[in-house]
């Protein structure tokens, strides 16, 4: 049995051994996920995570967000309603195929011209044909997304083999069971050439904004408040080291000590944040969680302004990782500092989602920074906010309302 897919616009490919990624700095894009089938999280996440090796055997890594149909939280709703980039991806799993469509089809994808695009995988479906192969619904339904994202990523006809080819089959699956389904070091190249397109999109916006107001330096001031009532010292030692990191991707700190009952009282600029080292954290936050950022109005559109450190798991991790609090503390405002600015998450670098020994070691030795891209978007947004102008997700600049 062969199930046709199909594309609206676009395509790729794969096959043993073949598309290994050069040795070059990894290209990231941003999944949105809209789950309206209900899928179980633990298919999900298989789901999502065999997609994510197929694309980094391409060379490229994956953000996924999801964006659930009920109630968000204000961040998660931010996140979700940012117009789409150049380099994001919305990904739909319908219960059943959109009206009209081919009954034999398990997905579907559809470009934007702009760049971004909307992919869907046909969950219902997806869990018959799995049934009907006998393999798991997981694996058939990272097949399907895998190969909408691809037509997302490259354009033009089905492959004969590997992921692009147009027909899903017992054996394409059998050889994603492996890890053996993937991309064609070709279309590999494809891909990393279209995506870094993109992100040279981000490079002409900070031109722009540097050539139309002769602006080049990124400034922000972080303004403090130490309610942990952590030692002065660590605080700037902590201060120094994540300054450190900014400075690497060239934009300058201000660091304002506003601890004091009626410091800092005046309104906050338009390059300027509230960084809260305290003990406790956002409802619904996880135990585990380091740092987190917030909406000071749920209502803004011009995205968070505050960010905190739960002081308590930097001690939970000075007694896990025997090391000082300073670093831990110091990494802990970066990360957070990238997020206010629109950094996402990474596998890598100061914005890989969890700090371990391994990561603190690299941070102390000045080594754990923002990729190129990273800096590039984070340093045209500091000084984008600066002038009072907006960096939208494709590069383009406009003034704020």
């Known amino acids: 049995m062969t199930v046709r897919w199909e594309a609206l616009m676009l395509t790729m490919l794969a ?16 999944i949105r996920v809209i789950d309206q089938a209900g899928v179980s999280p633990k298919v999900m996440q298989q789901a999502t995570q065999e997609v994510s090796y ?3 055997q391409a060379g490229v890594e994956a953000d996924w967000l999801d964006c659930p149909l009920g109630e968000q939280s204000p961040e998660t709703w931010r996140l979700c309603s940012q117009r789409l980039g150049p380099m994001d991806f919305w990904l739909k799993l ?4 959109l009206p009209g469509a081919d009954p034999d089809k398990l997905g579907a994808a559809l470009l934007e011209k702009s760049g971004g695009g909307v ?11 799995a049934r009907d192969w006998d393999c798991d619904t997981s694996l058939a339904l990272a097949a399907v997304m895998a190969h909408e994202i691809g037509h997302l990523l490259l354009g033009g006809a089905h492959s004969r083999t590997g992921i692009m080819s147009a027909g899903l089959s017992s054996h394409s699956l059998a050889l994603a069971k492996q890890g053996l389904l993937r991309f064609t070091p070709a279309q590999a190249r494809m891909i990393r050439s279209n995506l870094s397109e993109s992100a040279q999109r981000a490079r002409r916006a900070l031109a722009a904004i540097a050539g139309a107001r002769g602006e080049t330096a990124a400034r922000i001031t972080a303004r403090v408040v130490n309610s942990a009532k952590v030692e002065e010292r660590t605080v700037a030692e902590a ?9 690497k991707a060239g934009i300058g700190v201000v660091w304002q000590d506003c601890s004091a009952v009626g410091a800092c009282a005046s309104e906050l600029g338009r390059s300027e944040f ?13 135990v585990e969680m380091l740092g987190f950022t917030a909406l000071l109005d749920p209502d803004s559109a011009q995205g968070p302004y505050l960010a905190g450190v739960y002081y308590p798991m930097v001690k939970q991790m000075v007694s896990e990782f025997l090391i000082d609090e300073a670093p831990i503390l110091g990494a802990a405002i970066a990360h957070e500092i990238g997020h206010l600015l629109g950094a ?13 020994p391994r990561s603190m070691v690299e941070f102390s030795g000045g080594g754990l920074l923002f990729s190129e891209d990273q800096a590039v978007r984070i340093r045209a947004s500091a000084i984008a906010r600066n002038l009072g102008l907006e960096l939208s997700g494709n590069g383009s600049v406009r003034h704020r309302q």
Do not use: C
């Open 119 to 129: 992919g869907y995988a046909y969950y219902r479906d997806i869990e018959k044909a």
């Open 274 to 286: 509230w960084i809260h080292v305290a003990n406790w954290k956002p409802a619904g936050k996880t």
């Open 239 to 247: 201060e120094e080291q994540a300054g450190h990191v900014m400075a």
């Open 15 to 30: 096959w043993p051994g073949l598309a290994q990624p050069e040795r070059t700095e990894r290209l990231r894009i941003g």
């Open 344 to 356: 996402r998450h990474s596998l890598n670098g100061i914005m890989r989602p969890q700090f371990n």
């Open 94 to 97: 319908p219960i059943h195929q």
């Open 54 to 56: 197929i694309l980094h």
